[in-house]
């Protein structure tokens, strides 16, 4: 399976990270001595399943390193086209292509093996979105001080993961939802508007477990859609914080010291 590194975001002057990146990528912060994205590459190239990797955002200049074929696409300016973008350079890559791995460059705690995993069980079903969440109890048994958000459900309280999958033929489909689904990731009304007010209701209720949702949500958005529970925090412990970079930071640091 390929993978597409999403590592094109620069935080602007009112978000928490800029004080530390100054109008540069998020993925180049430093982290123990290599930038936070090569920790992601560094992964990739330990899996076992991994071909081809394209890396959105970053040109070839930042110095990045990787065993395993490694290609940049320059900044497409937002992330719906620069998902597609990442899908139109595998497929150019390998015609061939089908599902790929779509992973944001600030997880850098993960690893080959949850990679594998992952990997392995995309391949169990055929669906088009493979989305990962994490459950609450695994999150903060893993990360006790990263204060996440978490989706209230029936069976469970989950937050989403930044390693996900999708099939490559989504990224011949409609523009204007793949707009409308980043226009809509933090306005409750416009997610309703996308998802139906009473799949929203019923999360407002916590009334919905995480199977009726997915198949809600999928049939409201026209694709098979699978949500894949995490058992590896790591997959959803993503930077957007200096206290998560500093947990993160301290983390990676003790692995280093292990010689992992």
Same mark, same amino acid.
């Given at each position: 399976m390929d993978a597409i590194v999403i590592a094109g975001g620069v935080p602007a002057p009112d =978000?928490?990270? /800029? %004080?530390?990146?100054?109008?540069?990528?998020?993925? !180049?912060? @430093?982290? &123990?001595?290599?930038?936070?994205?090569?920790?992601?590459?560094?992964?990739?190239?330990?899996?076992?399943?991994?071909n081809h990797i394209v890396v959105i955002g970053l040109e070839p200049v930042n110095n990045l390193t990787s065993k395993k074929p490694l290609v940049f696409v320059p900044d497409q300016g937002s992330m719906v086209e620069n998902l597609k973008g990442g899908i139109r350079k595998v497929r150019e890559i390998n015609p061939r292509a089908g599902k790929m791995l779509a992973v944001s460059s600030d997880i850098p705690g993960i690893t080959g093996e949850m990679?594998?995993?992952?990997?392995?069980?995309?391949?169990?079903?055929?669906?088009?979105?493979?989305?990962?969440?994490?459950?609450?109890?695994?999150? =903060?048994?893993? /990360? %006790?001080?990263?204060?996440?958000?978490?989706?209230? !459900?029936? @069976?469970? &309280?989950?937050?989403?993961?930044?390693?996900?999958?999708?099939?490559?033929?989504?990224?011949?489909?409609?523009?204007?939802?793949?707009?409308?689904l980043t226009d809509a990731r933090k306005n409750v009304v416009k997610q309703a508007a996308l998802i139906g007010f009473s799949t929203l209701f019923l999360l407002l209720l916590r009334q919905a477990t995480i199977t009726s949702t997915v198949r809600r949500v999928s049939r409201k958005l026209g694709v098979k859609g699978r949500a894949i529970i995490s058992p590896y925090a790591e997959i959803g412990m993503d930077i957007d914080k200096p206290h998560q970079l500093e947990l993160v930071r301290l983390d990676l640091a003790a692995r280093v010291a292990m010689g992992k």
């Open positions: =978000e928490p990270l /800029y %004080p530390l990146t100054q109008g540069k990528p998020k993925a !180049l912060l @430093d982290l &123990e001595g290599k930038p936070m994205v090569q920790w992601v590459l560094d992964a990739l190239n330990e899996s076992r399943l991994v990679v594998d995993w992952l990997v392995e069980m995309v391949n169990q079903t055929d669906d088009d979105v493979y989305y990962c969440v994490i459950p609450r109890e695994v999150m =903060e048994q893993r /990360y %006790p001080n990263s204060r996440r958000s978490y989706t209230h !459900l029936k @069976d469970m &309280e989950v937050c989403g993961g930044d390693m996900n999958a999708i099939d490559a033929r989504l990224g011949d489909g409609n523009t204007d939802l793949w707009e409308k």
